[in-house]
């Protein structure tokens, strides 16, 4: 019977790791792997199949709309009238917006570049069939990710 369960590479792994040997299952039937990260760079443009959760385009939309409101209202009192002011309203607004988004985003990037997330890691445990659920409540009392029973009779 095997027990497989991801955790955050941490030292909640290595506190689960002696709780099971301290329960009787030998260090020879403890796997460990580490999982590879992915070094790719930000993008600013998310597709429909992957996002960062980073929205470009939000604040600049907002404020576009915004600026056409007010320049389109004062723009009755000004010389060129509203239609022409709610235009550069509209200009100035989407063009502060994604300024500002830029700013805020690049910083955002700097940060998540500067601290990476650290790599999973999968830890395979072989085990008789009456410690399962006993190797299944330590992992899940040491913060795993994730825990599967595998039995392959």
Known sequence: ??????FDH??????????????G??????????????????????????SDGLSLLDLPIILAALCCLFASIYGFLLTWGPVLWGL????????????????TTRKYNYNRQKNPKSSEVVLIIECKE????????????HHALGVSKLSLS
């Open 10 to 23: 941490s030292n909640y792994l290595e506190l689960a790791i002696t709780a099971i040997q301290m329960k």
């Open 130 to 141: 009456t410690q399962v659920e006993m190797v299944k409540d330590l992992l899940w009392e």
């Open 88 to 103: 550069i309203g509209i200009v100035c607004g989407f063009s502060l917006g994604l300024i500002i988004k830029l700013i």
């Open 25 to 50: 299952i030998v260090k020879e039937n403890i796997l460990g792997v580490a999982m590879d990260t992915r070094g790719e760079d930000v993008k600013f443009f998310d597709s429909i199949h992957s």
């Open 1 to 6: 019977m095997y027990i497989i369960s991801t």
